[in-house]
């Protein structure tokens, strides 16, 4: 399919190209930043508002937004085109030239209980000597700072988060654990996350909430959404288990 070129405003110009014959792709700039998550999540919110006959999922990214659909459903639809790439293009491309008002962003925020250190962060130490400063300093500015989540990804439920000071700032682990429990709190480089299940990884643990990210039987699995607006609260061990759901 040959890559495509509009405009949903005067300051974005727009890229969709086909992905696969389900799915295809809007590429909305290619620098991470906040003006740009707030384009792709107001859009995703719109679409939803006004989906077209077909939409099966949209998985926003950093940069891009992609569209999952039912060839069989829009071939049969009513939708202007000859392909279902062109029918599902053309709708994209007539909603995003809509009123910016429309899309509204919808921020979620969320405060994010973290037992920090000892047997739930044991790589608090590594942060510390890292950056020169001691462990209650990683746990007070981490604490402090206030993260947006820029995409879901690597497994369910696993929110990249930007926003951390880059007092923090830490490599990823040369050799990545074989085992990484559920509600982990890492930092790699200068991102922090959470993982929401157990299972490997590199990131450096300073914490662990007694909170579940992801789960099948909620309405909504992913407890975080591209968007979100997260603090973390440092709570005691004694305290761990009164937070668990």
């Not at 077909?54 to 998985?59: E, P, Q, R």
């Not at 990683?138 to 700072?145: A, P, Q, Y």
């Not at 990884?201 to 959404?225: A, E, H, M, Y």
Request: proline share 7%; charged share 15%; aromatic share 12%.
């Amino acid at each position: 399919m040959a890559e495509q070129e509009t405009y949903f405003s005067d300051d974005y110009p727009i890229k969709i190209y086909g992905l696969s014959e389900q799915s295809l792709t809007i590429e909305f700039g290619t620098v991470i930043n906040e003006n740009l998550l707030s384009l792709i999540t107001g859009f995703n919110q719109l679409l939803f508002k006004k989906p077209f006959p077909g939409l099966v999922t949209a998985v926003p990214a950093y940069c891009t937004l992609t569209v999952f659909y039912d060839p069989l459903i829009i071939s049969t639809s009513g939708l202007s085109g000859t392909t279902c790439y062109d029918k599902v293009s053309n709708y994209l491309k007539k909603l995003g030239s809509a009123k910016r008002e429309q899309s509204t962003v919808i921020t979620d925020n969320v405060i994010i209980p973290v037992c920090y250190g000892g047997i739930y962060g044991p790589d608090i130490a590594t942060v510390a000597l890292t950056n020169g400063i001691t462990e209650n300093e990683v746990i007070t500015i981490h604490s402090s700072g206030f993260y947006t989540v820029f995409m879901i990804g690597f497994v369910p439920g696993f929110a990249y988060m930007g926003g951390m000071d880059r007092v923090l700032a830490t490599p990823r682990k040369a050799i990545p654990d074989s085992k990484i429990p559920a509600g982990a709190v890492g930092i790699a480089g200068t991102q922090t996350g959470i993982y929401p299940i157990e299972t490997p990884g590199g990131w450096q643990i300073i914490g662990r909430t007694p909170l579940k990210l992801f789960d099948v039987n909620r309405s909504q699995p992913s407890l975080l959404r591209g968007g979100a607006r997260v603090t973390f609260k440092p709570i005691k061990v004694e305290e761990f288990n009164d937070y668990a759901v």
